[in-house]
């Protein structure tokens, strides 16, 4: 168990200090998808102890575009803390991070516990709203590259989340049109139906999986689906925003300048 909390704390380390460090699984034989979460549970632990407070998770490779961008081919999931959020409008500061990038998210807000093998009905039954957001991913690993159990340990590269308007459960999440611009400029653009053919799939895979690891959804929780698009890596001065058909937009600017 000590070293996998010394590899916690490396990474924990590495994402106060932003300095980038090599990836786990070129220093650690055996580096496992297993022994991966288990590292990703002591660093979130850390943060917990400093006083962050769990609010959800994410998911990660939900869709093609995400999964070819990083060259890997399954699912991953993160927890968020109350720490990560981010205001919306609000200004992100660029010396905070490591090299930060930004994807459209789709969001879920829960009202009900949801725990193990749920229908696509019975997950959408415990949502409460429903949002467009941007996740800020950041990988703690040099030049953004990593193998699938570097990323699961690195918090699924989790970072920062801002979220939209709510919407009501009722908006139909299926197949809506998204479109991020940086500067006004269109630099990428996608379907909710991008992920897992429908967002709520992802939201079943989440209740599963957090399940398994003991920490099950919770009322209030909020629940990022995962990227339709690609990310865009984040420069001193942008304006950012995602749009998202049917929820409403949502928007930041960087700021700081790049050391
Ligand atoms: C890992 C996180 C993936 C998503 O939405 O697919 C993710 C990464 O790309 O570094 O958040
Ligand atoms: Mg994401």
């Not at 106060?16 to 288990?38: N, P």
């Not at 516990?113 to 696509?120: H, I, K, N, T």
């Not at 399940?211 to 420069?235: C, F, H, I, K, Y």
């Amino acid at each position: 168990m000590s070293g996998l909390n010394q590899l916690a704390l490396a990474l924990d380390h590495a994402a106060l200090t932003r300095q980038a460090v090599a990836q786990l699984s070129d220093q650690q034989a055996d580096f496992d998808v297993e022994t991966a979460y288990a590292v990703q549970r002591l660093l979130v632990q850390q943060r917990l102890r400093r006083g962050a407070r769990r609010v959800g998770m994410k998911m990660g490779f939900t869709s093609r575009a995400k999964m070819r961008q990083m060259g890997v081919d399954q699912m991953i999931w993160g927890r968020l803390t109350d720490d990560m959020r981010l205001d919306e409008g609000g200004e992100l500061a660029l010396d905070r991070y490591v090299h930060p990038r930004a994807e459209p998210e789709i969001v879920f807000l829960l009202k009900k516990p949801l725990a193990g093998r749920v229908s696509a009905a019975e997950a959408m039954a415990a949502v409460e709203a429903v949002a467009g957001g941007i996740e800020i991913i950041d990988s703690r690993y040099r030049d953004f590259r990593f193998h699938l159990a570097d990323v699961i340990a690195d918090n699924a590269s989790s970072s920062g989340f801002l979220v939209g308007p709510l919407q009501p459960a009722s908006t139909d999440v299926a197949n809506l049109g998204i479109v991020m611009r940086v500067d006004g400029r269109v630099v990428q653009a996608g379907s909710s139906a991008a992920i897992l053919g429908h967002p709520v799939r992802s939201l079943v895979a989440a209740a599963r999986l957090a399940a398994e690891a003991g920490e099950p959804l919770q009322p209030g929780d909020l629940v990022l689906a995962g990227a339709a698009t690609e990310a865009v890596a984040l420069r001193a001065g942008m304006r950012v925003s995602a749009a998202f058909q049917s929820l409403g937009a949502v928007s930041f600017q960087v700021g700081g300048a790049e050391s």
